[in-house]
């Protein structure tokens, strides 16, 4: 192949340079970093589903108001908790494997919506105090607990399909089999 001109040499030079660069990006490993920040992140999240789980079950019963602000108190607590985790996911996404940034950017938006409930659930709290046992509230409270189910859910999943995707790569390289073995 013959070019004629330097921007055709350097056309082709920059399409070498970004498919190496993509195949790169595409066999990227599991970031070591980012598996631990998913794990506390899921270990947050379980301790906010549990706290949002009682918290639901103070709306069918005769808690307090003091009870019901302490627990969304803690539920405030792990929110911020993942969130600090979140801004550390967000800012090693460039190291993470692609199913890993998947993760990552699956678990913002959630966390920016639990966040958002979480905070309509204390405005509505501290506007009517005397209501904590009326359907509104326990709508606000049932929205906060399915948020919060949805995200412990989601940073699980993510962080079971990486144990098992790591288990798959162990015995595939164990026994000499998967893309580089299939054709042999």
Partial sequence: ??????KGLYAVLMLLLLGASQLAFSQRGDSEHVT???????????????DADLLKTYTRSKMSLPSHSAQIE??????????RTVNDLKAARGEASPWQQQAIDRVDPILQEMADTLTATIKHMNDNPTHINMQPYQDYVGATYDLTSRMASIINDFVEYGKKRTR???LEHKLEVGSAGAGH
């Fill in 1 to 6: 192949m013959r070019f004629t001109n330097r």
């Fill in 74 to 83: 803690k539920i405030r607590g792990h929110v911020n908790e993942i969130g």
């Fill in 168 to 170: 798959v790569d162990e």
């Fill in 36 to 50: 631990k920040l998913l794990a506390d992140a899921k270990g947050q999240a379980a301790n906010a589903l549990e």
